[in-house]
């Protein structure tokens, strides 16, 4: 078991004959990423070929109607939603209905009432969702038998497996720091999203990989609105005996704009990137000015650990 | 997006929640005109979407015509706290008794909806919580459970409301909940919700909402005919309503660096460099915007943000930062070099490429041999150029100025 979800667990996709869907059924297909069927109501019944995206060698992916009989027929627990945000809630609400334990949530526009309302569900069935608005989760095998997971957007082939871990906000901002600690290499990758109300917190990932034998220090990337960084933070002081380095975007944001994400914006001064700063400094969490100063404080602070 | 006052009022009408009579207006004579409406003593209050306006000037009272037309060439001139006044309301002015405040809005950190509210009233939440932090009395909404007229008249009396008024607060609570609901908002406040009427006649006292707050979720335009009806809210200027209809995210930031890049983590941290280099060069160069085309980006995409960009004056020099994921760095290229053919007045463009395509992406740049083009390996070293040339190109202008 790798992070919230198993190595070479099978994956169906919502949304797979979709532009995005298709796009990235053939990325993740070709990352090695167990993709065992889709689900399309009105092509239930036949099959999408992606050319070379096994191992060299064709897929044929079967569409199913509805999530109950994607998972039935493939055995999948694990899902990525691709679907357009008008759709999204219904598509994550069949996804739990159908018992599938782990739903990363790609959809970037969904309102936050919809997804109040899956997240809420999701908590109460002890399910798993990562998003929406995120770049999804990555794995790297544990072994040389196994196979990573990659469900959602993440790039193939930045990083390999290591000791690290990194959970963020922010997709770009991601790809960036797995580039500068590519040599160190990562355990796992989460985008928990850029949405005001995400199914999987930067603190509930810090849990996460602080509960993984095989991480041993963990990236946190933050930027402004809310306070997830501090709630993350507030508990890493006293529950986290691996090192966390972080970095915030949006020290320079003007008060009251959306800065892209829809949860990025500082309101009635509340949500700063200097406001987090201060408070993750305060417990211990060093913050680097750029995502290159913040790759060299996760250097140092696992040679520590190592030391 | 916020909603002006009088638009706010609006949405809380078509709930039943009682607000004073109120008129909009543009104009001195419509301010006139509506005072005559209305009736003396009236309000005229200056529409911004910013606390405090009351301490800034912009809320009088008129007992007479002349008053109103003296309190209207007042405030419409008024920039209060960097915004513009965009109108007035004209409303009725009510004896108050006694202020609350009521507020429910998506709580980030529990995941649901939170019911704020004090019998403190009046001023800004932050304020009434440091000052009365034990008058605060709140209650969380489960998005999957229902707010209920039991709930909610528990949660009257906990504020404070007492004899009949329990009653009238419960039935506003639970309107403000389908206001919240039914119009996909993420934050209704009404600050204050006044007791009003005359002290000595108990039955002329009744709850009304004496101004209100509303921010509506923009992911929901798609439910809402894309909030068509309050089109007039939106402070977008030229550059962000162009950049709008072409799809792009893009925030005005007034300064000299163009910054343009992909995923909004990416362009965040790349204007935290600009204006980290900015200070160490001095000269005060800052970015010019935000700019994310997202994943994915077409060629097309990219020359549409360059040409944006550039059409700002202010712009000295652009830096182009792009983490290839989806995005190709090869189609940023060919945006780029599209852009730098269409446009008249190109400024320089500092580029930094990596991921996807980076190379096929920074080869063609160069095959391109522009003199406009300078290119980097790091986002440090091309926020440092970026800001270097604007600082040089400023520092020209004013030469040529003297």
């Known amino acids: 078991m790798t992070l919230f979800v198993e190595d070479g667990a099978p994956v169906i996709v919502q949304g797979m004959t979709g532009h995005q869907g298709m796009t990235h059924t053939a990325r993740m297909l070709k990352a090695g990423t167990n993709i065992v069927g889709g689900v399309n109501p009105r092509k239930a019944g036949t099959s999408v070929t992606y050319p070379n995206a096994k191992n060299g060698k064709d897929a044929v992916i079967p569409v199913y109607a509805t999530c109950s009989e994607a998972s039935k027929a493939t055995g999948a627990h694990a899902s990525v939603i691709f679907v357009p945000p008008r759709f999204a809630k219904d598509a994550v609400v069949e996804a739990i209905q159908a018992g599938i334990s782990t739903i990363v949530v790609i959809t970037e526009g969904i309102p936050v009432a919809d997804s109040a309302y899956f997240v809420e569900l999701a908590l109460r069935k002890g399910v798993r969702i990562i998003g929406p608005n995120c770049p999804g989760l990555i794995t790297l095998p544990s072994s040389e038998q196994s196979k990573g997971v990659n469900m959602g957007i993440i790039p193939d082939g930045i990083v390999k497996r290591g000791p690290l871990g990194l959970v963020s906000k922010s997709g770009t901002l991601t790809y960036q720091l797995m580039g500068e600690l590519s040599d160190i290499g990562f355990t796992a990758c989460v985008g928990v999203g850029g949405d005001p109300i995400v199914g999987t917190t930067l603190q509930e990932s810090l849990e996460a990989f602080e509960a993984d034998e095989a991480t041993k220090g963990v990236v946190m990337i933050g930027e402004i609105g809310g306070s997830a960084e501090q709630d993350a933070a507030q508990w890493a002081s006293t529950h986290m005996t691996k090192p966390v380095v972080a970095y915030i975007a949006g020290f320079t944001a003007p008060e009251g704009k959306q800065m892209g994400h829809a949860g990025a914006i500082v309101s009635g001064g509340k949500g700063t990137a200097q406001d987090k700063k201060v408070a993750l400094e305060a417990v211990g969490i060093p913050v680097g000015k750029t995502p290159r100063q913040t790759a060299e404080l996760m250097r140092k602070a696992l040679q520590s650990v190592a030391a | ?402």
């Open chain 2, 1 to 402: 997006m916020d909603l002006y006052e009088y638009q706010a009022r609006q949405l809380l009408d078509e709930q039943g929640i009682a607000t004073p009579n109120g008129i909009f207006a543009r104009d001195v004579d419509e301010v006139a005109q509506a005072a005559d409406t209305i009736g003396y003593p009236c309000v005229i209050k200056a529409q911004v979407k910013i606390g405090h306006r009351g301490q800034a000037g912009g809320v009088k009272i008129a007992h007479t015509r002349e008053e109103a037309v003296a309190a209207a060439n007042a405030i419409f001139p008024m920039v209060i706290h960097g915004h513009k006044v965009r109108g007035v309301l004209v409303a009725e002015a009510k004896n108050v008794i006694h202020e609350y405040y009521v507020s429910i809005s998506v709580d980030r950190t529990s995941r649901d909806f939170d019911v704020l509210a004090t019998a403190n009233g009046g001023t800004e939440v932050e304020e009434i919580a440091k000052a009365h932090p034990e008058s605060v009395k709140r209650l969380h909404i489960n998005a999957l459970d229902t707010f209920d007229l039991d709930a909610a008249t528990e949660m009257a009396k906990n504020i404070g409301f007492y004899h009949a008024d329990v009653d009238q607060a419960a039935r506003i609570l639970l309107n403000m909940w389908q206001c919240f609901k039914a119009n996909d908002a993420t934050l209704v406040e009404i600050n204050p919700l006044a007791k009003i009427g005359d002290p000595d006649d108990e039955s002329s006292k009744s709850l009304c909402a004496l101004d209100a707050k509303i921010s509506l979720d923009d992911n929901a335009a798609f439910r809402h005919d894309g909030w068509k009806r309050f089109a007039g809210a939106s402070q977008l200027d030229p550059y962000e309503q162009r950049a709008k209809e072409l799809g792009l995210h893009y925030v005005h930031l007034q300064g000299q660096v163009g910054v343009i890049g992909n995923g909004a983590g990416l362009v965040m941290s790349s204007l935290d460099a600009v204006s980290g280099a900015g200070e160490e060069q001095g000269m005060g160069i800052k970015p010019a915007n935000f700019l994310d085309i997202g994943g994915g980006a077409s060629s097309e995409v990219m020359r549409n943000s360059l040409e944006i960009v550039l059409s700002d004056p202010q712009v000295k020099s652009v830096f182009v930062n792009v983490y290839g994921g989806i995005t190709s760095c090869e189609q940023v290229a060919a945006g780029i070099l599209g852009a730098l053919q269409a446009i008249e007045t190109v400024k320089p463009i500092v580029v930094r490429f990596d991921g996807n395509a980076a190379q096929e992406g920074l080869r063609m740049l160069s095959d391109a041999n522009d003199p406009h083009l300078h290119v980097f390996d790091t986002m440090e070293e091309a926020a440092q150029q970026a800001a270097h040339i604007a600082a040089l190109a400023q520092a020209a202008d004013k030469e040529t100025n003297k």
